[in-house]
C-alpha cells in the first residue's frame, strides 16, 4: 500500500493536479498556483506566500464539501463562518473557499484561505502557514470520517446562510427567497425549493444564530 505524502512546492499550476496521483492522507501544499481553480472553473489568484493553498486526500464521504467546510472553519477559528455552499467567512467577508472532486476510490479537497493579503472587499485569516494547516489535517480527519447526521448538525451551526433572504443564480434562472435549511443530501432549501449547486447572494442581513 502506498504510503502518504506530504508535498511542499513553490510554484505550481494547481494542488489539485498533483495531489489527485497520490494516496489517501497525503497533503500538498504551494507557495502560488498559477492556474489555481474556485468553484465553476473560476479562478483563484492570490500573491505568492500570501495563503494557505492546499489540496487533501481524503476518502470519499456523502457529506464531504459541508464536512470539509466545518473542518476549515474550526481550524481558522476566530468566528470565522460558512456561507452555503462552500465559502469561509469572517466578519462578513470571504476569507477562503473549498472545491471538492471526487473519483473512484478518493477525493481531493482543495482549500484556500487568505492570510496576509486579500482581495479588495476580502477577509484575511492571519495565521502562521504551518499551524493553520496542521489544524486543518486534524480537523479534516475527524469531520471527513463523522456521521453525516454530525455533519450537517456542526454545518448548521456555523451556518450565515440559514435564516438569509438569498438570490440563487441557477441555470436559465433566478430564485430569491428565505434559505430555510438544509437537507440530509447537503443542498440548500429555498422557499421550499431544494438547490444543489447555484450561486447564492445574500440579499439582507440575518439572526446571528452564534449571538
Not at 137 to 162: C, F, K, M, N, Y
Amino acid at each position: 500500500m502506498e504510503q502518504p505524502q506530504i508535498v511542499r512546492l513553490g510554484s505550481v499550476p494547481s494542488t489539485q493536479e498533483v495531489a489527485r496521483a497520490l494516496p489517501i492522507g497525503s497533503v500538498v501544499v504551494a507557495d502560488h498556483q498559477s492556474s489555481g481553480r474556485g468553484r465553476l472553473d473560476r479562478r483563484w489568484e492570490a500573491p505568492p506566500g500570501t495563503a494557505l493553498l492546499a489540496s487533501f486526500v481524503l476518502p470519499r464521504h456523502p457529506l464531504l464539501s459541508l464536512a470539509a467546510g466545518v473542518a476549515a472553519a474550526e481550524a481558522c477559528g476566530g468566528g470565522t463562518r460558512l456561507k452555503w455552499p462552500n465559502d469561509l467567512m469572517l466578519d462578513g467577508r470571504k476569507a477562503g473557499g473549498i472545491l471538492v472532486e471526487v473519483a473512484e476510490s478518493k477525493a481531493v479537497v482543495g482549500i484556500g484561505i487568505n492570510l496576509t493579503a486579500a482581495p479588495p472587499g476580502a477577509a484575511m485569516v492571519e495565521q502562521p502557514l504551518d499551524d493553520l494547516l496542521e489544524r486543518l489535517r486534524e480537523r479534516l480527519g475527524h469531520w471527513s470520517a463523522a456521521d453525516p447526521s454530525q455533519v450537517l448538525d456542526r454545518w448548521r451551526e456555523l451556518s450565515v446562510t440559514l435564516g438569509q433572504r438569498v438570490r440563487v443564480e441557477l441555470p436559465g434562472r433566478t430564485l430569491e427567497g428565505v434559505a430555510s435549511e438544509i437537507d440530509d443530501r447537503g443542498a440548500l432549501v429555498v422557499d421550499g425549493e431544494h438547490v444543489s449547486a447555484g450561486d447564492v447572494i445574500h440579499l439582507r442581513a440575518g439572526p446571528d444564530p452564534l449571538k
